[in-house]
């Protein structure tokens, strides 16, 4: 597993190797605002129209009983320059969808850029501003609306051919934000949050407002996700189909990551603080006054980010949040990602 990280601005993705400490660095095209990953491709976007991808060369095949761990060298398979802002990315299994402001939905082909080459499958124009797709085995889940440059107000299932197929048409206002998860997909919408399986879909109403759209903090293979706002924690069980809230009490949070153990949540307030909460309660466990900045976490430890002390801070997530580990950063981890989970 590894952590990839960057300062905003950079022209330079660096790759801390958990198990070692050790460190590479890759060289980008453009200069770096925003991260994402899909578990072994980190995708760098340059906060307009261009995205670099990046094989970070660590990933895990998930065979249900078990998984395979597996290395390569890491590079860069090159940038992407696309017609509108980039709005989201998300790469699954043998695809990755990139969706623009205007709408369009660019699918590439996925087992071409593990293969170093940039493969374009199809492009679709989901006739609203929200540009959100989500590959789904041999469909592609996609966030479509009535008038563009407006926000989508359904979810509907695609061939990698551009056309519905007809199999799913579930309501969906103003998405902002999905996980896979093993017990399906989960997409935040305005006041609801929808999990779909296979053809079948269950819209979970949210008793407390519009949901957040921090975007879904999660761990790999696991069926529970997170997001948080200034209102509080929204934690969504795939395999139960529940949705759960947490008060935020007074508190900004900016991010939220759920361990999977059906008790427990992750947040990270405005101040840096990591947050451990009870689920069922609501209740604060433990707090880390870190000063972090971003947080990921995979089966045993969290990684929060500290750009001012230039450092990467392993956590026990565990243990009422102790600090386990500290790797020294060869820049400001200004935005960071956890591959190889």
Not at 35 to 46: K, M, P, S
Not at 79 to 88: E, M, N, T, Y
Not at 117 to 145: F, N, Q, R
Not at 254 to 270: E, F, I
Request: glycine fraction near 12%.
């Amino acid at each position: 597993m590894a952590i990839a990280y960057a300062a905003v601005g950079a022209r330079q993705l660096s790759l801390l190797d958990l198990a070692g400490g050790s460190e590479e660095q890759v060289g980008l095209s453009i200069g770096v605002e925003e991260l994402a990953e899909d578990g072994r491709l980190v995708y760098a976007g340059d906060g307009d129209r261009t995205l670099e991808i990046v094989d970070t060369g660590v990933w895990t095949v998930d065979h249900t009983d078990h998984v395979h761990y597996y290395r390569a060298a890491a590079r860069t398979v090159g940038a992407v320059a696309l017609d509108a802002r980039v709005v989201s990315v998300v790469g699954a299994e043998a695809h990755t969808a990139i969706g623009t402001a205007d709408g369009r939905v660019t699918v590439l082909d996925r087992r071409k850029l593990e293969g170093g080459a940039v493969s374009e499958v199809v492009t679709v124009d989901s006739g609203s501003s929200t540009g959100l797709a989500v590959p789904y085995g041999e469909t592609l889940l996609v966030a479509v609306g009535d008038e563009k440059g407006r926000p989508a107000s359904r979810i509907v299932a695609m061939g990698y051919d551009g056309r519905e197929t007809g199999a799913l048409r579930v309501p969906c206002v103003a998405p902002r934000g999905a996980a896979v998860l093993r017990g399906g997909v989960v997409i935040a919408c305005e006041d609801s949050v929808v999990r779909i399986k296979g053809d079948t879909s269950e819209v979970l109403e949210s008793e407390v407002g519009p949901v957040a759209g921090t975007g879904f903090g999660y761990r790999p293979r696991s069926n529970e996700a997170a997001v948080g706002d200034g209102r509080g924690v929204w934690s969504v069980n795939a395999s139960k189909v529940t949705l759960r809230h947490v008060p935020a009490n007074g508190r900004e949070l900016v991010a939220a990551v759920s361990p999977a153990d059906g008790r427990t949540v992750l947040a990270l307030d405005d101040d840096g603080t990591l947050i451990s909460y009870d689920l069922t309660t609501g209740r604060a466990i433990a707090e880390a006054p870190l000063r972090a900045a971003t947080v990921t976490l995979d089966v045993n430890r969290a990684y929060v980010t500290q750009p001012e002390a230039q450092a990467i801070v392993e956590v026990d997530y565990q243990d009422r949040l102790r600090t386990a580990r500290t790797f020294p950063a060869s820049q400001r981890p200004d935005l960071a990602v956890e591959v190889g989970r």
